[in-house]
């Protein structure tokens, strides 16, 4: 499942953070402001002189010129925009092309159930209910999530358990948007709360998916799944 990155693609050095949806970024040597597609923190990829690449925007009713969308981290790229799993997924179960939920026959965005919006619903001979997360930590070989607390995530979590309890088969999909992870882990550290109430979806029936993507400066596509653990420590 491969997805274009449209558009005039840049190389640039991270230089700050200004808040979660502003940085600073060295373009043909000129400081630019860069909006930032997602809202994790990301301290151990946005350091001041990371290799960064940028989409050049042309709105001009845009406060920033440009969208930050890749980092290098040890010759490793990382697409770091957050819309990125919901458009992959999206994309992928309209044509057919994942291995998962095959008695569908609509797709959906943004359907709400209970008292939560979910990014992807399937309608057909059994409906299923999908979260899509971005992932973009990865520790020595685990990729983990989230990379700061989410009460929504947790929210989101309880809401699948409770689907998955009145007959909704339900899942959440981690796509690794880098290709070093072989293995995923929630991230009992960053926030104890979500990681355990993975766990707990996971023990009823919620299923879990991660995947790891291929990047490229052009692409990005889902390569394989890969396993899952849930200690609080190694992997």
């Known amino acids: 499942m491969k997805l274009k990155i449209d558009g005039n693609i840049l190389e640039g050095y991270f230089h700050r953070r200004v808040n979660r949806f502003i940085a600073e970024v060295y ?12 809202t994790g923190r ?19 009713e845009r406060k920033t010129k440009f969208d930050l969308l ?33 008695e569908y026959n609509e797709v959906k965005r943004e359907v709400t159930y209970g008292n939560s919006r979910f990014d992807i619903g399937l309608i057909g001979k059994e409906n299923a209910l999908i979260e899509a997360k971005c992932v973009t930590f990865v520790r020595n070989k685990i990729a983990m999530f989230p990379d700061a607390p989410t009460k929504r995530g947790v929210k989101h979590i309880n809401e699948l358990i409770k689907a998955t309890k009145e007959g909704v088969k339900t899942a959440v999909f981690f796509i690794i948007q880098r290709d070093d992870a072989e293995v995923f882990m929630p991230n009992w550290e ?9 766990r707990k979806a996971y023990n009823n029936g919620v299923k879990i998916v991660p995947l790891i993507c291929k990047v490229t400066r052009k692409t ?3 390569d394989k799944e890969i396993d899952i653990k849930f200690k609080k420590t190694g992997g």
């Not at 960053?190 to 993975?198: A, I, P």
């Open 70 to 102: 890749m980092v290098y981290y040890n010759n490793i790229l990382v697409n770091i925009d957050s819309k990125i799993p919901n458009i992959l997924l999206y994309k992928g179960f309209q044509e057919k092309k994942l291995n998962y939920f095959k």
């Open 220 to 222: 990005i596509c889902i």
């Open 27 to 38: 373009i043909n040597n000129k400081l630019e402001k860069a909006h930032v597609p997602n």
């Open 42 to 60: 990301m301290k151990e990829l946005l350091v001041e002189g990371a290799k960064v690449l940028v989409r050049k925007v042309e709105k001009t």
């Open 190 to 198: 960053m926030d104890k709360e979500f990681s355990s109430c993975l």
